[in-house]
């Protein structure tokens, strides 16, 4: 599995961010119910927000992210950066699995 951390900043002030904030919410929770993501949240201050994905490939993110009510009403970009997770906390070995060099 690849890791992935999604940058996003938007491209509009904020009061437009927010009549597309509920519609985007309930994109994020499909990609839940996918196991596609970990975690997500706004930045602060809010100039955008951060997620934490994972997917065979970065490619599977991205096209899951072409669907996000932000990304189609041209409000916000998108960075993907992939990561290694060689530590986490052993809470989250399920989701990082056993596949990296060490937990330790």
Not at 67 to 93: G, M, Q, T, W
């Amino acid at each position: 599995m690849k890791h992935i951390i999604v940058e996003i900043t938007y491209k509009v002030p904020i009061e437009k961010i927010d009549t597309f904030l509920h519609e985007h919410r309930s994109f994020l929770d499909r990609g839940y119910e996918k196991n596609l993501l970990l975690a997500s949240g706004p930045q602060n201050p809010r100039f955008g927000g951060m997620v934490i994905a994972r997917a065979e490939t970065i490619e599977e993110v991205k096209e899951f992210f072409r669907e996000d009510p932000f990304f189609k009403n041209l409000c916000a970009e998108y960075r993907y950066l992939e990561f290694i997770p060689v530590k986490y906390h052993p809470e989250f070995s399920s989701w990082f699995g056993q596949n990296f060099l060490s937990n330790k």
